[in-house]
DNA sequence: GTTCTAGAAC
DNA sequence: GTTCTAGAAC
């Protein structure tokens, strides 16, 4: 059998549809399961398909581009929607299919762009019979085709991209393709995460992980509104209900009832979504925080009334629970006198997570009066959004911030999984930490209400650009143009990168890998050195002191019981002498006690008070350059004892033991410490820093950057010489016992490798 | 940092 | 059944 046609079309013969064809080009690795999506598409479709399969398409053996070609043309003729089930992985690939496209035919693309690692191991369970060999092939196949990977983008010709990273985008795509009838189609545009084509401003994009977040299309919504609101149902399709958790199994009689539910749930989708872009929030600091309503009435209204004007279609709702509240009605006040628009600022009565529900307000923003810590509980509208948000709110918060310091906000995209936003339409919860008033808080103010209110009127700043920037965002994304904001388009334009960092974070920058580009986004928003407890909220929880500065910018941790060890050499060598390599007066070398490679030596700084990079200023430029010399001096009498060697010398981002200490490692890591993911990659990722690159920093900006983002620490494995991805640690092992590619070009520039230069020359 | 171990993955 | 991971305890 050359092509696996089902026609569960109940359409006669001759008679076509209205509705114009589909060639879904599937794109993806092997083991990305491209072939399981068409048949399970296929199965519960009631559109006629034709899936193309280069690999079987020669009498159930592999063919050629030619014969998918030629198949695939004839599947169309004869009226059928064309699966093209092969890797498509670059532009070149697929072009030749693009071209099936024309007036009578639409061409999409499905990504499945799952992590290398899923795909590999699928790839040795199917061809894995042979063991570790076959196994290993597979890898490298997979490996070698992901090199090639390049994301369609719409100007290649597709009218419609879905470009799935996870196995529930894969489960949305599937649920979407497999309730088109005959004659439906599908709105065009890029679904998914990762948009090559995306050009709005990067710095934003950064920010905020999921751009292309089904909400609001700012006023110009009408040409979009489709397909803003199909996306919709796309995502509420996929989570919301129990019968909505399609199985493959479906006859075509449940299918049609499916699809009727889909459009009724497409139409409350719209009623939700498609209104004017809101965000409600409730007063900050008024609450718990003991902050005077006076005083903060008065902000909030010339907060207000500063951002009437930027806010184009967009309104702000004040909201508070009782009916009686006294700030509500201050500020109703207040506002009154004001030439504010009532449409465009208004207070509202009602519990901030049941606005659509119970009060049929439409907001797809929601502020929450946050904790310093963004964890849920503590009472009032913090404990109450958490709560309504469910789990996938913690998680997406923790993955942007980890704390926050007064008069900062930080933007979370809410995750479709959210209750919050399938039953009330919030896309967006902004964190905001106000002054404390309250002497039994953190972070108390004394009496101090020009500290306190210079922090209430940043917060209400950094929320109401929180709010724009998600409007302009997306109002950008879904309809490409900028006209449609109102009076002000160019609020983002006005917002430089600095602003951003400013704005959120202002402190430690984090690295994350997406699409292959480095990115930062703010990990934990500290404010600037004049806000409250700015250092000490991250290094002493519970016990937060609003007078104890830290004059540097560093910021200590707490170590535990485990961590003093080589602080305590550090300071007494003598003590320790049959562990120590050397003495000097700046370091002490000594052998690391569970060496993760044949070498593994570690160079400590004999000085107190500095225990980690983060610690490391201008002033210790010279020690820092002494610890580099004489993990040099090392490096170089063991490649004497042993030219096949390769060595790094550089610091953990975020060690686990204190006093700063020089790692000097051979690249062999054959060990049997090293043991887990996260020893490989915290020798193996952005979270070692060169200690050629630290001196260039410190020497140029007075710091070395960290990269000490956690992800980092659980990335897949990567072989530090090829690249390739392996499942597990004991596989990596195998390989890197094995592997010797050279390494990879940013290793062998700026002396970060150090090795026997005939060595390397004689590698393959 | 390591060790121990439950339970997930194979 | 064994292997492997990841979280808790130290």
Known sequence: MDMDIIDNSSKPEGEEEKGKAIVVILIGAPGSGKSTFCEHVMRASTRPWARICQDTINKGKAGTKQQCLMNATSALKEGNSVFIDRCNLDREQRAEFVKLGGPQVDVHAVVLDLPAQ??????????????????GKAAAVVNRMLQKKELPKLNEGFSRITCCQTEREVQAAFNTYSVLGPSDMLPHGFFG?????????????????????????????????????????????????????????????????????????SSVAQNVFSNVPTLAFPSISTADFQFNHEKASDIIVEKVEEFMNKLGNARLVLVDLSKGSKILSLVKSKAAQKIIDSEKFFTFVGDITRLFSEGGLRCNVIANAANWRLKPGGGGVNASIF??????????????????????AV???????????RKEGVSHVIHVLGPNMNPSRPNWLGNDYVKGCKILSDCYTALFEGFLSIVT???RLSTGSSENIGSEPSVLQNYSEGDLTKQFS??????????????????????????????????????????????????SKTWGSWAHALYHIAMHPEKHKDDILEITDDVVVLNDHYPKAQRHILVLARCEGLDCLADVRQEHLQLVMAMHAVGMKWTEKFLRDDTSLFFRLGYHSAPSMRQLHLHVISQDFNSKHLKNKKHWNS????????????????????????????????????????????PNLPRLKSHI?????????ALLQNGRLSFVQSNRDSEP
Do not use: W
Request: with cysteine; hydrophobic share 30%; aromatic share 4%.
């Open 683 to 726: 020798f193996n990722t952005a979270f070692f820093r060169d200690s050629v690159d630290v001196i260039e920093e410190i020497k140029n900006h007075g710091k070395a950057t960290l990269k000490d983002d956690d992800s980092l620490l659980s990335m897949e494995l990567r072989c530090h010489r090829c690249r390739s991805a392996h």
């Open 193 to 265: 995460q990762k948009n090559p084509d995306a050009k709005v401003q990067l710095g934003i994009l950064k920010f905020l992980k999921k751009v292309e977040d089904p909400t609001y299309a700012g006023s110009d919504a009408n040409r979009d509104q489709h397909s803003v609101s199909t996306q919709i149902t796309e995502e509420i399709g996929s989570s919301s209900k129990g019968q909505e958790t399609v199985s493959p199994l479906l006859g075509t009689a449940s299918n049609e009832l499916r699809a009727s539910e889909n459009l009724a749930t």
């Open 118 to 135: 899923v795909c590999i191991s699928r790839s040795v369970k199917r061809t894995g019979h042979e063991g570790n060999l076959q196994g």
């Open 506 to 555: 202002d402190g430690d920058q984090k690295i994350k890998r997406n699409g292959g580009h480095e990115y930062e986004i703010s990990k934990k928003c500290k404010g600037s050195k004049d806000d409250v407890g700015a250092d000490t909220i991250d290094s002493m929880p519970g016990k937060v002191n609003a007078n104890d500065h830290k004059i540097d910018g560093s910021r």
């Open 411 to 421: 933007v979370v995209p809410l995750p479709s999984t959210s209750p919050l936003y």
């Open 387 to 408: 709560s309504a948000a469910g789990p996938s709110l913690e998680f997406a918060t923790n993955e942007l911030a980890k704390s926050l310091l007064p008069g900062n």
């Open 473 to 475: 965002n997306q109002a």
């Open 737 to 745: 016992s094995n592997c010797s590619a050279s390494f990879p070009p």
